[in-house]
């Protein structure tokens, strides 16, 4: 709440990403605690479905939140978007005093401060070079830039464990991790966010910035996947119950990957919402029937007394997993979009050369993301009476469907990645 308010009221970019940032340390205390209370809350019997209903209820939010930002927006300006969950988050705390109890007493210990600077070091530099080598597309993998921010990342990462090793009160119990489920899960749930999640990003830019729809428009052709959740998540936490987790996360991550593969199949130029459709349905099923069972295995792997660390760990590899992701998969939009659209322009013979490669650069110099707006722009006008003009055009959407389909099979990869790591390493109880 109290980092709603200061975003709300910031006096520039500088203090909103600050404060923004402060806000993003308390909704990830949420995410997991709320978690860890769930799976505490209940016999092991009751606890899948109570994990489907909590699901339902995060993919609830997930749904609307945009829509109501969108409309917000529009009508009252953006800070009202963050000053809206004063009164929310102010019926929250106090739903959360009077409802929520103490379901295991933990003697207070030792915040261990090494650790969290040398976790926090190490997932920072890591995404920070992924950022950098996304963003500037002449930097190699060797660039110097991006290799020390990956070394900081490694020494860090390396530097935790071992301070994990010795602390008497660590952050992370990293015995933890000597279960194969609760590994599974964790695999599980990063190529989660790179794949599944991470994809939203560039279905997104396809809807808004070549299909032509709104921002409230392409938040209602989203929410087709989000709805999913609200009905199969309940019945999801029996299912489970039922199969096995294990089971259940790789049917459902299966499911995934064909909704994937659907779209790269139909898409084509020009974009049609049909052609997206059926894709969306099947990764709707899949972000309905995932999460739960990938919760349950990873707390259910772990002593009740670390359930709470548990799910920070779990929230923290599908955090990273979707920031991989949406930069790994813009490498792979940006690159296949500039193989195409170099062959593409190459078979144009009559201009001249040197509009040719103005042109060229323009293209590039916008890059994949621009969409119908590298058109609309001063300097693209100026070729607007090029007899080829509208070629071109088609030459860009196409460029970004082959862009679209190199994402998509590293997506589908992910995914797969996912589905053998559940199979192979999650264990339900009743198998051990």
């Known amino acids: 709440m109290i980092g709603s308010l200061a975003s709300g009221l910031a006096t520039s970019n500088l203090w909103l990403n600050l404060f923004r940032g402060f806000q993003g340390i308390g909704g990830a205390a949420m995410m997991s605690l709320s978690l860890s209370i769930v799976t505490s809350s209940f016999p092991e019997k009751q606890r899948g479905l109570a994990l489907g209903i909590w699901s339902s209820a995060v993919g609830l939010a997930v749904s609307i939140g945009p829509l109501i930002g969108g409309l917000l927006v529009d009508t009252l300006g953006w800070r009202s978007i963050f000053l809206i969950n004063l009164p929310v988050g102010l019926l929250a705390l106090i739903l959360g005093t009077i409802t929520i109890q103490d379901i295991t007493k933990i003697k207070s210990g030792r915040l261990d401060f090494a650790g969290l600077f040398f976790s926090t070091l190490t997932i920072f530099s890591m995404v920070f070079a992924l950022i950098q080598k996304e963003t500037h597309s002449d930097y190699a993998w060797t660039n110097w830039k991006i290799l020390t921010l990956l070394g900081i990342a490694l020494v860090s990462l390396v530097l935790f464990i071992l301070i994990e090793r010795k602390v008497k009160e660590p952050m992370i119990q990293l015995s933890m991790f000597s279960s194969r489920s609760f590994v599974g899960a964790n695999i599980a749930a990063f190529t989660l966010g790179a794949g599944l999640y991470g994809g939203f990003t560039y279905l997104s830019i396809l809807l808004q910035s070549y299909m032509g729809y709104t921002a409230f428009e392409t938040g209602l052709k989203l929410l087709l996947i989000s709805v999913f959740t609200l009905v199969l998540g309940p019945i999801t936490g029996i299912i489970s119950g039922k199969i096995g987790n294990r089971w259940l996360i790789a049917l459902a991550l299966l499911i995934g990957m064909s909704g994937v593969l659907v779209i790269n199949h139909l898409i084509k130029v020009p974009f049609k919402w049909n052609y997206l459709l059926p894709g969306f349905i099947l990764l709707g ?128 990869s992910l995914l797969l990645v996912g589905v053998l790591a559940s199979l192979f390493l999650i264990r339900d109880k009743k198998e051990l």
């Open 285 to 412: 099923i899949s972000n309905a029937l995932v999460n739960p069972p990938i919760s349950n295995a990873a707390m259910s792997s772990v002593d009740e007394i670390h359930v709470g660390m548990a799910s920070g760990v779990l929230n923290v590899f599908r955090q990273v997993g979707i920031s991989f992701g949406v930069v790994m998969l813009g490498i792979s939009v940006t690159n296949g979009y500039n193989d195409s659209l170099n062959k593409s322009l190459a078979t144009i013979t009559s201009l001249p050369t040197d509009i040719k490669n103005q042109l060229t650069g323009l293209l590039h110099k916008a890059g994949p993301f621009a969409g119908q707006q590298i058109f609309e722009s001063a300097q693209a006008k100026a070729y607007s009476q090029i007899p080829i003009f509208s070629q071109v055009k088609e030459m860009v959407f196409g460029a970004y469907n082959q862009g679209m389909k190199h994402a998509n099979l590293m997506i589908a």
